[in-house]
């Protein structure tokens, strides 16, 4: 037995080696010199693009890092099921220092864009004394720690307050054929800005991997991308109801699987398989900052919602704010709501106005071992309230439809909790 780790070469090299294994029984340490021989550009451009070995391109991944665009240009990106990588978190970030994306470029849409990040920015101090008032430091508290959780919890409720425009930053660790396969339909996103970005992304990665991004696309082709972008991208149903949870799986066929859940330890994940029983779909409304949240699990379908005003702003962030920051922000609200309505613009380009405290209209579908793993995940105490309560529901649907499953869902009350200070990356001392 012979187990090699080759984690020098590039994307495309590490393809070809594995490439070859398809092709000839030899062991990989010749593969190796095939690489360095031929190189992998001609490689690729023989069997990945000539012959449509599409296969070859998922062995070879790439990481791309991009600043300085909209929370809804990483949403858009993050639409994937098998989308990798990590973004600025407006729960743990100062986020008043960011710049703001305006694609009308009025003074009317400027003074939204303004208005939000004037009230973030000089509420925190307020928000904090309210939060230390609250739950006072404890004599066994660690200061530092106590002033991180202090700050989270600012954010926490001020991020509601912060406009889908503000800029962002995330990664994107792909492989080379996901990667052609999702900027396919980017390229034709309703927002420009995600257009650009796109086709940015695009350009790149051609201009380092050519043999990766040498397809031809037809005519037809890019009027089917272009019609499914325009028509489908977007979830928005008018008349969405607070929650809602239904399943095609017949109950029957769960009772040969009782030992599964009966012997299930602590933590740990029911079986892949499970999943061919059928789907668990639920639909909810919820504020668009923790659908950023819930769209992190990709093991189903997570519906790309649109952000407007419709279904008002989620009553948790104003509930956690002082009385006199609650009513201005009550105020500021209101007076937003009907700026944004005033805007001359599509109704995608609006969502770069809206405050992510809106709620969105949800819709997610997910197999038994997915459904449970993300309601149990999301209902922990240190997951942001507003979806830790929709956990709770999609747990409670849960044990109602399947009472057998024994689910491990975290019910305890809401309470401050220091351990949020410790959520932090630090260089050792």
């Known amino acids: ?17 594995q490439a070859l294994y398809s092709r000839s029984a030899l062991s990989v340490e010749e593969h190796v010199e095939k690489v360095r021989e031929s190189g992998s550009g001609k490689f690729m451009e023989r069997f990945y693009v000539g012959y449509g070995h599409a296969s070859i391109a998922d062995c070879g991944s790439t990481t791309i890092f991009i600043e300085g665009v909209s929370m809804l240009v990483a949403k858009a990106i993050q639409d994937w099921p098998l989308y990798s990588g990590q973004e600025t978190s407006s729960r743990y970030i100062d986020m008043s220092k960011q710049e703001i994306i305006d694609p009308v470029g009025t003074k009317e849409s400027k003074k939204i864009l303004n208005d939000w990040m004037t009230f973030y920015t000089k509420s925190q101090v307020a928000v ?7 739950y006072p430091k404890k004599l066994e508290e660690d200061e530092n720690i106590y002033s991180k959780a202090v700050k989270a919890r600012a954010f926490d409720t001020l991020r509601g307050f912060l406009p889908a425009g503000v800029a962002t930053q ?3 660790h792909t492989n080379l054929r996901q990667a052609h396969d999702k900027l396919v339909f980017l ?3 309703p927002l420009k800005e995600v257009r650009d970005v796109a086709e940015k992304i695009f350009v790149g990665l051609k201009e380092k991997y050519a043999q990766s991004f040498s397809h031809v696309e037809t005519d037809e082709q890019n009027s089917y991308w272009k019609f499914i972008e325009d028509d489908y991208n977007y979830y928005f149903n008018k008349d969405a109801k607070p929650f809602s949870a239904r399943t095609n799986i017949n109950k029957k066929e769960l009772t040969r699987y009782k030992d599964i ?3 299930r330890a602590i933590k740990t994940g029911l079986p892949h398989f499970l999943s061919e029983l059928g789907n668990i779909t639920f639909e909810f409304l919820l504020d668009f900052g923790s659908f950023r949240d819930i769209q992190r699990h990709r093991n189903g379908v997570c519906r790309m919602p649109l952000l407007t005003t419709k279904f008002g702003f989620n009553e948790w962030y104003l509930n956690e704010l002082p009385e006199d920051v609650k009513k201005e922000a009550t105020k500021l609200i209101k007076d937003q709501t009907k700026l944004i309505n005033k805007l001359k613009t599509t109704q995608e380009n609006k969502q ?38 929709i956990a709770h529901k999609m747990s409670i649907a849960l044990s109602k439809m399947f009472p057998d499953l024994k689910l491990q869902s975290d019910f305890s009350l809401d309470e ?7 959520q932090d990356i630090s260089s050792k001392k």
């Open 1 to 17: 037995m012979k187990v090699f780790v080759y984690d020098e070469f590039g994307p495309q090299d590490t393809a070809m080696m």
């Open 128 to 134: 904090q004394e309210h939060i230390m008032k609250k």
């Open 170 to 172: 995330f990664s994107w």
């Open 187 to 189: 390229r034709k996103h």
């Open 261 to 263: 859940f009966k012997k």
């Open 352 to 389: 770069y106005y809206c405050a992510m405290g809106f709620n969105v209209t949800c819709k997610v579908s997910y197999g038994l071992p997915a459904a449970a793993y993300v309601s149990e995940l999301r209902s922990g105490r240190l997951v942001h309230p507003t979806l830790r309560k």
């Open 416 to 422: 401050w909790n220091i351990r949020r200070g410790m």
